[in-house]
């Protein structure tokens, strides 16, 4: 079928590819005229067929509102805008509300699986009405892992529940990455284990660990067996502070997810406030050896 | 090659089955008479030609150690110990340094894949001597998954490497189950998610979070949507918290892993002294209600 | 000084009462005539002379932004309200907009003390803007604690300075509270440990550990040694959850007050979801024991 | 009463001088002879008389046994020791039974209040037996603080349940320092709040945070307003990682207590292996930027 697609970066450049490999008529438009299709939105809305689906995969916030809020204008009654970007769910039920306006549906659609989609196909999560998801299943089948639909793709709710999903999705990848990162460090650290690579290479079949996630910190050790090419500073992108929010709104309780995203926090820190304060405690009663900034280094004792 | 097996429990009893089917020569042991191949432990000794290979697959701690300790007595000058089981990594130097005295040697050999692993294969991880892994690597071989052998074995180093990392991988395991435990449980609480096992299947192909975990968290809830013939009271086995105490001994950051050990504890209470305490401070100081044991129930107001 | 007080609750009953020991004229208004002045806010504010001070001190949320906006109306130019309950301090910049249409100033104002404040003083934190706070001082100096102005009152900042620093005071003491609760389960747990109230007892004068919060404890128990009248079941009132959110924001670790928001909204569970998960995946790995809902109890093995 | 004391570094250095100006005989022995009143052990053991009373204040863990097995061997039957350093309790038992083959009996007790205890007296919790609790108590009277003596001093159990409740007490006091640090951090991090310093020092009369422990980071503050002089590399000193191994043994939730202990750890890593594994699999998956180390950074997207 004939889809329009905004945005054309790391993953809709791939989503492109894939698209058009299965058969459909792909209308790409990027602000990057090097690789755009068309020369503007309004330009990809008149070379599309009414009614017309239009796939969003711009930064989430900011960029993928205001493309919506375009799209809003330039599309028509009876289109079909999906945003399949890392937009908060909360922006959903405002996106939706304002096509509706103009007769114009919406779908969510969070999109798992990164660089390597593009040949392994896509983990996908959509929220919105069961109409508008029948209508742009052909994209959808196109896009998720071959196999059984169901393994791949799901329609998890109404609208923002697609958005929700891929949330905790990677919420629960924050946790998952910690949890190996813990075991790593703590094998690095034992003087009994001599080939921690190894170790971790052994578990990628047959154990209860094994994970796509393990395969990729193999293949990392694999590329850079120490890591010593990386610094241990990690951003963190959005959705695991929205996980543990949303967590909180709930009253669910979620220790390891909130403490995988405190853990990035901290890594960005040179110089954490917080232990500063609790140095500064440790020096006040107990005239503990403090490290003291500067050139000097502070002597102390044991309280 | 020959292997005497000592217990012939849920793992044991497997993996005589997949040895077996591996054209190796298995005679067990184990104190049910009705599963034994032999009458005894003297009895295994006996029937095995030297130099003997014994796997011991009993429960940690002091089974294992009674267990190594009368083969000790029973084994020779040449022979092999393979430690299977879920022994805590301090007990490996202890087994060795007493099989030593009569010239026996030593494995560890951290086994992972639960009662799959008849047929998928076990994930090995051995610590010990080079010359008596190669000695043993057949039966290695036939327990370990179909693929390269790197892939479901690693040597990973010195006697107590294999429970060592055998250790870390449950710990992990801890925290990797917590995360998806977390997400699952936000993905229940939210009114947009009105299909949650379906969004979870969703994610079995494609997706950054696939795992083999994840494959039995779906077919748990295939099996019972909405978990309903369990409780949420949580064992631990021992590894989660040797792992913690191991990241205590090495300094290493351990907060995922340590929240998920922490939530099966908590799982387990009836009632929290800890909680009843802070519910009694929120009372003294803010005349907070509170839930009052027994029949009537506190009111109370905002501080 | 004249003060108009609406919300007579716990605390604004306590809060007329030691204002009016310090011989301020104080008119309260509250829905319950009972205990009200006035009959209604209209009449309140006939009955203050200009220029105005109102004192809000409601429960936070719609009920602070009811009454905000209706003093926003009753009230005239040069007049002054301040909210001292417990509002998020986003909603602090709104109500001082509104006001502030009409030529009505604001303060927020973090007021901690419980109810032991009407004898102790009240800790008090200002936002908002010099003159108004300097105008309101004998209102802060009568509420406070005796002692140095400075160990009881601050001006924190800029309009919603107060309730933001009030707001991690309470995010603090989530973090205080839970961590005496650990270590006072953890005595309860260990054998040699006799006489548990005794210790903390012993820990309230002298030790790196005193602190109100502990002299709360051991009243506690002095009250009830075991603890044995409460349930673990603890409420939040929103500030920790707050607390978590701004750190969130700020991108500032916040494991311990975060686990201690956790473990509240753990207590109250009667069955977790996310340990159900747990249970699930253990017995799906392992065929390991798990607990099943119901009359019957499960059977199951180690791994 | 005489009193021989054994060490006298900061701590028992201090209580040298409390003691004496309490009016109580005591002979001092430390290795330093500038401030040892004995030339060594057996000439502290001769100078005192018998039935005879020695208070050890060495570092924990080998100096202290070392000094106890010296002294059983000096010492004689009817004799006591009291071993007041931060021993773990486990070597209490140890040490009781080694003393006990000549008679001599042994006192375990722990001490809080670090360097201001000389001024404000210790906080003391004492584990043994009854009688030799009572013959030591005019020490431990001159030691704890002015106040009724059950508020600085607790008979806690048998042998081991002093420090037992001392470990605990530096378990709870990390949980404390760190709550403290998080929201100091928080406040720090806050636009809206201009005076952070004058915020804390605000909370020292009043409120429910209010402690020691605060009191100390106000002087802090005071002295160093932004804590420019001190670095964030905290260490720590055993009392809280047993604290953690302990609750892991009576499976106590302990989520704060080992969020701070694990947050001192994380302070010590210039750089993080596990962050760095947590980096490398971002990488992998998505192409996110990622630091390098060295020279060039790199350029990376959003999945």
Sequence with gaps: MQLGLVGLGKMGFNMRERLRAAGHDVIGYDRNPEISDTES?????????????????????????????????????????????????????????????????????????????????????????????????????????????????????????????????????????????EGYELLTAAEAVTDVPAVLKAWTRGTVVRSWLLDLLVKALDEDPGLSELTGYVEDSGEGRWTVEEAINHAVPAPVISAALFARFASRQADSPAMKAVSALRNQFGGHAVHKAGPTSGAGEVK
């Design 41 to 181: 939105l309004a330009d990809l809305a008149a070379k599309l067929d009414a009614p017309r689906v239009v796939w969003v995969m711009v930064p989430a916030g900011e960029p993928t509102r205001q493309t919506v809020a375009e799209l809003g204008e330039l599309l028509s009654d009876g289109d079909l805008v999906i945003d399949g970007g890392n937009s908060r769910f909360t922006d959903d039920t405002v996106n939706a509300d304002l096509l509706a306006k103009n007769g114009i549906g919406y779908l969510d659609c969070g999109v798992s699986g990164g660089v390597w989609g593009k040949d392994n196909g896509y983990g996908l999560m959509v929220g919105g009405a069961e109409a508008d998801v029948e209508r742009a299943m052909p994209i959808f089948d196109a896009l998720r892992p071959e196999g059984p639909r169901e393994e791949g793709f799901a329609h998890a709710g109404a609208v923002g529940a697609g958005h929700f999903a891929k949330m905790v999705h990677n919420g629960i990848e924050y946790g998952l990455m910690q949890a190996y990162a």
